[in-house]
């Protein structure tokens, strides 16, 4: 179920607006590696404190 949610969740950006989805996607392919790690553990760490906060 939540890999469901989650599949419709990032598919709605390219659906409504694919011209804005691409360009978001091509500033973020132009980070640097520490950048994205940082935005990776950030993305974990903001769904653990959701898991922990619903449970």
């Known amino acids: ?3 469901g949610l989650m599949l419709i969740l990032e598919g709605l950006m390219p ?3 694919p011209s804005q989805w ?3 996607f091509e500033k973020l392919l132009k980070l ?3 950048q ?3 935005f990776g553990m950030f993305m974990v760490l903001s769904g653990l404190v959701m898991f922990w906060l619903v449970s």
């Open 1 to 3: 179920m939540a890999l």
């Open 15 to 17: 659906m409504i607006a």
């Open 22 to 24: 691409r360009s978001l």
């Open 32 to 34: 640097e590696e520490g």
């Open 36 to 38: 994205i790690r940082f």
